[in-house]
């Protein structure tokens, strides 16, 4: 077999990066399981006609065949799923007799989406979702209680950097084009989304054409859509436009709420704000919506997006109401990575090589190693009992900080640190690394500069 | 929409469940990275003629294509893995000068088969892969590492019934067979592996019809076939039966000292023992073979198998000897889940409600779940300030143990365990649960009849 090549679109990672992303998907799920959200995994397929309810995503969509499949069979009409939300409705509606509403998860899996890749947009990528999901109705706190346990949640992804989480409500603004006459309000909140893409001018001319908006009213809409503050101020911005709506009120509390809720919790590492013009065009959310950018790394748009919707799922009887956010765990990371921004200082999770005198004495090592992880501490035996400067080079090689060299006697066991030379008498019942050297840590490239 | 209905072959797990799961995962990780296992993943496709190099298994295979595809575009030709060993060849050979050898790697994913569902056979199912892969060359030792490692890991799956681990060497009874002048070892190897499932008589007559033995020699492949021990004692055994061939005695040391190599680990949880009549059939080995199985499981076959390739990858140039075990999570688990067998003890996983007195203190119950949570509690604030008696029955459903009543003074905060009924003062910025009971258990059917 040639030396294969990678397939565009389904980025891999070595071990030193894989630990990266395993140690945020661990912190992510930590910090959930902390706010009660308990953890599911859905199949990675559906029924086709689920995943083309959105009529949009069509093209996006992986379908299956068996390769010796010659009739219809019962796996004809099955797609891989494009995101977590459509298998995590369906999977409330199927289970909804055994579960507990509000029903609170969190969901970190693959999703595949055949999109043209680029930086930051792969075929195979990673999804961590958090929902909560009300049975009839969901009260409105529950949308700050999600926004809160995101925000802890990338509070303490420490080696990324600063995240802007970006929040507005669809009432708020669709109680404005409404309170200004818009004839249809939908179709301004769908040209309004194109801000980012688009110049103000264009997306003005737009409104006017295509919204059939009088010249003043498309001003007045992208005059809200300047309106940011990172606290309530924005509400005495919004009203001094004028404009009086009841669905905008209730928008603007629901916000105003929202952004007061988060308050106590945002920094330096996570900042929240208000954003007047975020819409989330196409998607069905009906309250609060959310962006998030992350610094540096803007052009790869919202890292993190989501909001509410008043019926996630219903079965036609019972209906759902669920708010929801998902980060896109490979849109951060993979372009971090690939670029050697982010890495991990081992290649292997061991913290000490246990030496090899010689391939006879192997039983003693392994007894060594034995001891040690019966303590935690993960370890490996030398592979083959060459002079110890080459063991440890092995060690060097693979960023394992300790060398364990056998004694021949209990009393006489030695580890050393190969990063600073010292080397001291250990027992192996009883020793442990620093606390700090247990696990692999996370280098990012700003860390390498100050060394 | 209507209420979707389950996939057959595409189980899915409730949270109860999934939590056991997710412990059992926990724990294979952590034995994994204590032995030095780097854990790895792969993308779920592989182009369709790596997939179809075992000629085998190509009816199993999914074939994916993109829905909008019209043409022969660049996602032709690739199909969902069918077990991992396929993609981590292919990612060893793609990554070579990235690694360093010996290459120890866990693997935790899901690979997809088309076959007809049954009892412990799904279409989507979790595996965990360990294996070595060496340069050239990978000294044995490692087959007797890899073994160790996965007896570790079995031995802390607490709540699983045992395990037995049955291990042989192609070596072995290939070097048998050509010791007692069968004309087509292999063909033997083939035929014998049928044993599990036809009576020794029918195997009897297709060692003499398809492999062209005479009645003798086919008696003294069954002969072997029935020699099992726990320890070495197999070697004397086979050597009473009079057959010499150099390579026999390669597979009766190496069997000896895998045997050996493991004794001080196994106990009633994971007991290993060699056993003749094992040969994996088709598979590519080349020395150490592994099946497993779980008592009460049996009619699941083969849980946890693997083995010994003497040429997991090549490029032509460089070979890439491997020794691994494949772990069938989902075989083991879901028949166990799906009967009730195993279950967590909640649904959860918050470890305390904090009551709600009205709507306008939740700030005052979120600040209480804030600081219980800085002490790594895992909890939840109560959806609606019900009676206190109707929020203690939320916690029940839940099976959350303990409720949290907040007081207006700091001293006034009560913990009340609701299982016991017991309640008493409690600080928010210091109380924890006793250890057992920070995280949801796992609960076996053993466990609740005895109750």
Known sequence: MAKPTPLSGFPELLPEQRFVEQQVVDTLREVFELHGFAGIETR??????????????????????????????????????????????????ENAGKLEFPFRRYQVQKAWRGERP??????????????????????????????????????????????????????????????????????????????????????????VEEAGLSAEQADRCLELATIRSADDSFVDRVRALGVEDPLLEEGLAELAALV??????????????????????????TGTVFETRLQGSESLGSICSGGRYDALASDGRTTYPGVGISLGVSRVLVPL??????????????????????????????AIATALRTNGVPCEVAATAQKFGKQIR??????????????DAPGEHQVKDIRT?????????????????????????????QQ
């Open 260 to 285: 007061r809720g988060c308050a106590g919790l945002t920094g330096e590492k996570v900042s929240i704000e208000a954003d007047l013009s975020i819409a989330r065009g196409l998607d069905y959310y």
């Open 118 to 207: 680029q930086d930051g947009r792969y075929r195979e990528f990673t999804q961590a979702d958090i929902d909560i999901v009300g049975k009839d109705e969901l009260p409105f706190h529950h949308d700050v209680e999600v926004t809160r346990v995101m925000v802890d949640a990338l509070s303490r992804l420490e080696f990324l950097p600063p995240f802007r989480l970006q929040v507005n409500n669809r009432k708020l603004i669709q109680g404005f084009y409404t309170g200004i006459g818009a004839p249809d309000p939908a179709e301004v909140m769908r040209l309004v989304d194109k801000l980012d893409k688009l110049p103000a001018d264009t997306v003005r001319g737009m409104l």
């Open 394 to 407: 092995y060690a060097e090689r693979r960023g394992i900080p300790y060398v364990w060299f056998t004694g």
């Open 44 to 93: 990675a397929v559906e029924p086709m006609d689920q995943l083309l309810r959105k009529g949009d995503t069509s093209k996006e969509v992986y379908v299956l065949r068996r390769l010796q499949e010659t009739d219809a069979g019962t796996d004809a009409g099955l797609g891989l799923h494009f995101d977590l939300t459509v298998p995590f409705a369906r999977f409330v509606l």
């Open 421 to 449: 030379g010292e080397q001291v008498a250990a027992d192996p019942a009883t020793w442990t690394p620093p606390t700090d050297d247990l696990r692999p840590k996370v280098v990012s490239s700003t860390d390498q500069e």
């Open 337 to 366: 990575l690939n670029r050697g921004a982010l890495v991990a200082d081992r290649k292997v999770p061991s913290v000490v090589l246990v030496a090899l005198t010689s391939e006879e004495t192997r039983g003693e090592s392994d």
